[in-house]
């Protein structure tokens, strides 16, 4: 079964870091693009960052520039989000997706662009 989950949310201050990782099972990254939303209540799941199939190639949502980093560990499998100065408006339900077109170019942050969710890790940021 091909599949995504999250973890690392929780509650964290503001300033605070928090490093969310994405595993896969019957899937590697490597060949394929993986991205990160979000989803605050009452409002749409918006792109936060993607890492292209090379990993080579990373892009990231203006608000979250300088304070957010993904990576990917291809030995592991996994997906990382950096999170660090953590602001309040940064709380959300978190997910990582992955675009199962093979290997495809470009720079996709629409969440229409990505097959495969994982089920979300919450991260609060407390002011």
């Known amino acids: 079964q091909v599949q995504l989950v999250e973890s690392g949310g929780g509650l964290v201050q503001a300033g605070g870091s928090l490093r969310l990782s994405c595993a896969a099972s019957?899937?590697?990254?490597?060949?394929?693009?993986v991205g990160w939303f979000r989803q605050a209540p009452g409002k749409e799941r918006e792109f936060v960052a993607a890492?292209?199939?090379?990993?080579?190639?990373?892009y990231s949502t203006d608000s979250v520039k300088g304070r957010f980093t993904i990576s990917r560990d291809s030995v592991k499998n996994m997906v990382y989000l950096q999170m660090n100065s953590l602001k309040p408006e940064d709380t959300a339900a978190y997910y990582c997706?992955?675009?199962?077109?093979?290997?495809?170019?470009?720079?996709?942050?629409?969440?229409?662009?990505?097959?495969?969710w994982g089920q979300g890790t919450q991260v609060t940021v407390s002011s």
């Open positions: 019957g899937l590697t990254f490597s060949s394929y693009q």
């Open positions: 997706a992955a675009d199962l077109r093979y290997r495809r170019i470009g720079y996709y942050t629409n969440p229409g662009d990505y097959d495969l």
């Open positions: 890492i292209d199939w090379s990993g080579a190639s990373t």
